[in-house]
Each structure stands twice: as structure tokens, then as C-alpha cells.
């Protein structure tokens, strides 16, 4: 559907779209192929969605795949949507963010802006083979930066520990209505397991936070200063970040996998402040 023909729509149906909602719809008919090709959907693939809006990107999902689920928050697409859309097409109005979602085999979608991490680590918490997503151009440099890079950041580290990232293309803001302030990209996530071991994911997530929200300090003195967050005093926290490897270095200066070694290390003697102080 192109800006011509979606204009006539939105008209027809009497809807106004939401930039506060990111609403912004795909009018790139080039860009939606491109897409489709990077997704590479077999006959056989369960195809999900994240956000139908008119149906565009849906329908020409469903004429390749076995099954689409999309999933539409706004109320006001449903009727045109349930009138629409193809058979083999599975409509759930209902907020992603709130789903359980049914197993599938790809993800193929335009992201809302806004909650665009809060989805990205939802999905990754399920087995599928792969996405191909469009993000905002910023998001996406942080989600495939190399480190060291100026847009390294906890974003990179974390989704690094689940999956391949890659920027396959970028998208003009003029490929969307309404004109977002912002362009895009296409990006490939590909769920894998990580060469490196992470004892404990709920600390080593501890680890990276402190450190990238305090990126001009040395991280002894980041997870210093985060003493609480591992539930230990200030000064057995000195002790222990006193003899950490990488402790003078800033966090952006380490590799998702040395930052693996660090949590691990922290992790180990963690534990034994706790066992001496319970004897």
C-alpha cells in the first residue's frame, strides 16, 4: 500500500493515525519487499507480527506463509482488519506487552519506537528461528554496535547474550506515515547461545547496568558504588572489586564476553563473602 492509497483508507474509515503511539504505517512498497526477502518465509513457517495495523505487511506475510499471528493494540483497526484479512491469518487485539505468545517460527515486524527494548527482550525469551524487525536507526546502532564504539552500550552487551543483531538495511523516515521525525533500519535477530558461560544472568544483567549508567567511572568504583544492588556492605564490596580483573578499565572498553569474565569472577567471590560471614 502506498502513501496515495493508505490516505484514501485512513479517509474511507474516518481514523486519524497516532504519532504519540508511533503509528507510523509502511508506504514503501520497496522497502516491504525487502523485507519479505530478508524473512525469507517458507510455506511451512508460523509467522508472527507486532502491530497489523491496516493489514499491509499481513497480508503479504500470509501469501507466503502457513500461518500469521499478528497482534494489534488499537481498537479502531479491528473491524476493517477482521473483514480483510486472509484466512490463514490469526488477529489478536491486545496489547503485545500483556501476551503469551503462541509458538511461531519467525518474527517479521515495524516496531513501535517507544517499547521497542520492552519487546525486543520478550521476544528473546522465546525459541523462534529468526526476526527480521524495523527499528528506529538509533536503536538499531546501539542493538549491533561494536564495543568500544561510541554506541556500545548495556543495550549491545544484553542482546548480544541471546542473539545475533545485524543491520541489513536502512529506511528513510519517508518510507512511513505519518513522516517520523527519525529514519529507520532493518534488522536481522537471530536467537543463539553464547560462546561464553554467564554463571548467574541476574547478576551479570547487575554488572552491566552499573556499570554503562556510570560510563566515565573506573568499574571497581561503578559496582562500588552499586554496593546494594548485591546486597553487600561497602566494604566488603571494596574488598572484593579491589582484585578484579578489568577493575581500573571503563565498562564500554570491554567485551560483552569480558564483561562475562567480570560478572563470573564477582560472582564467585560474592559467594564467598557470604559463606565467611556465615560461619
Not at 162 to 174: F, G, P
Not at 203 to 212: N, P, S
Not at 241 to 257: A, F, I, M, N, Q
Request: glycine share 2%; hydrophobic share 40%; net charge positive.
Amino acid at each position: 500500500m502506498n502513501r496515495k492509497q493508505l490516505l484514501e483508507l485512513l479517509d474511507k474509515l474516518n481514523l486519524r493515525l497516532s504519532k504519540s503511539k508511533s503509528q507510523h504505517l509502511l508506504v514503501d512498497e520497496q522497502v516491504l519487499e525487502n523485507q519479505l526477502r530478508f524473512a525469507n518465509i517458507r510455506r511451512t513457517d508460523r509467522v508472527l507480527e507486532i502491530g497489523a495495523g491496516l493489514g499491509t505487511l499481513t497480508v503479504a506475510l500470509a501469501k507466503q506463509a502457513e500461518k500469521v499471528i499478528t497482534v494489534e493494540k488499537d481498537q479502531r483497526f479491528k473491524n476493517y482488519l477482521t473483514e480483510t484479512l486472509p484466512d490463514n491469518v490469526e488477529l489478536i487485539i491486545d496489547d503485545f506487552l500483556d501476551l503469551e505468545l503462541p509458538k511461531f517460527d519467525k518474527v517479521v515486524a515495524n516496531i513501535p519506537y517507544e517499547i521497542s527494548s520492552k519487546i525486543v527482550f520478550k521476544l528473546l525469551n522465546y525459541q523462534f528461528i529468526a526476526g527480521i524487525l524495523i527499528f528506529q536507526l538509533e536503536f538499531a546502532n546501539r542493538m549491533a554496535a561494536a564495543h568500544g564504539s561510541h554506541d556500545y552500550s548495556r543495550l549491545t552487551v544484553k542482546i548480544h547474550t541471546k542473539a545475533h543483531c545485524e543491520i541489513l538495511q536502512q529506511v528513510s523516515r519517508r518510507a512511513f506515515y505519518p513522516v517520523p521525525k527519525v529514519d529507520s533500519a532493518i534488522v536481522e535477530l537471530v536467537p543463539r547461545t553464547p560462546s561464553y558461560k554467564i554463571e548467574n544472568e541476574a547478576l551479570f544483567d547487575k554488572v552491566v547496568d552499573a556499570v554503562f549508567n556510570q560510563r566515565r567511572k573506573m568499574i571497581k568504583n561503578a559496582l562500588l558504588n552499586k554496593h546494594k544492588w548485591f546486597k553487600i556492605n561497602k566494604d566488603e564490596m571494596k574488598s572484593v572489586v579491589s582484585d578484579l580483573d578489568y577493575g581500573t578499565l571503563r565498562g564500554e572498553k570491554l567485551s560483552p564476553e569480558q564483561l562475562a569474565e567480570l560478572a563470573n569472577k564477582l560472582y564467585f567471590e560474592l559467594q564467598q563473602v557470604r559463606k565467611d560471614n556465615s560461619i
